[in-house]
T-cell receptor
Framework: AQKITQTQPGMFVQEKEAVTLDCTYD???????LFWYKQPSSGEMIFLIY??????QNATEGRYSLNFQKARKSANLVISASQLGDSAMYFC??????????????FGKGTKLSVKP | DADVTQTPRNRITKTGKRIMLECSQT?????MYWYRQDPGLGLRLIYY???????NKGEISDGYSVSRQAQAKFSLSLESAIPNQTALYFC???????????FGQGTRLTVV
């Protein structure tokens, strides 16, 4: 069965420091996509970054980078230079590209990040 | 205007009532989804539709039904609401092989 595991229910980071949010996934598919979303207290789901399973380079979007280790089936999110506005829930998700559930996002349970001033 | 619009944004309803949550999108995507979010459980898939004539049950479809009225519109119904359906509901769209899934703003539903 396909599954996303986020082992850190909550994390604290000092403002301006970097933080890594862990994500491991379980799939037998060879082709899939990995996503990270941010959910602030207002509730909306904000797309942060995407990594395709065949992408050789780690994805980066501004202060966000995805540390993709395919053999370990991990897709950790790294936020550099944390800001107070980064305090939110963060969700890792996977989308298989083939099979009956193709296109469906499978989510982890999330990590609550708190940035301390 | 938002790419994916959900209405209503907030709703309080009584046990046993029928309620419909609506979703419309301007992305031109064929694929639309309804997710439910409960604290500590992440997002779980209720129903998904790959086109107007293709509707599929997700992980937690019991107690829910959907209608895909057009490519751009996908509604979720609770036929007889119960308190444990109190949750945050999201509509989302994507295209095949897309690298991004677009979410609506969410609907906070409370069943009393």
């Amino acid at each position: 069965a396909q599954k996303i595991t986020q082992t850190q229910p909550g994390m604290f980071v000092q403002e301006k420091e970097a933080v890594t949010l862990d994500c491991t996934y379980d799939t037998s598919d060879q082709s899939y996509g990995l996503f990270w979303y941010k959910q602030p207290s207002s509730g909306e789901m904000i797309f942060l970054i995407y990594q395709g399973s065949y992408d050789e380079q780690n994805a980066t979007e501004g202060r966000y980078s995805l540390n993709f280790q395919k053999a370990r089936k991990s897709a950790n999110l790294v936020i550099s230079a944390s800001q107070l506005g980064d305090s939110a829930m963060y969700f890792c998700a996977m989308r298989p590209h083939y099979g009956g559930s193709q296109g469906n996002l499978i989510f982890g349970k999330g990590t609550k990040l708190s940035v301390k001033p | 205007d938002a790419d994916v619009t959900q209405t209503p944004r907030n709703r309080i309803t009584k046990t046993g009532k029928r309620i419909m949550l609506e979703c419309s999108q301007t992305k031109g995507h064929d694929r639309m989804y309804w997710y439910r979010q409960d604290p500590g459980l992440g997002l779980r898939l209720i129903y998904y539709s790959f086109d107007v004539k293709d509707i599929n049950k997700g992980e937690i479809s019991d107690g829910y039904s959907v209608s895909r009225q057009a490519q751009a519109k996908f509604s979720l119904s609770l036929e007889s609401a119960i308190p444990n359906q109190t949750a945050l509901y999201f509509c989302a769209t994507s295209d095949l092989g897309g690298t991004e899934a677009f979410f609506g703003q969410g609907t906070r539903l409370t069943v009393v």
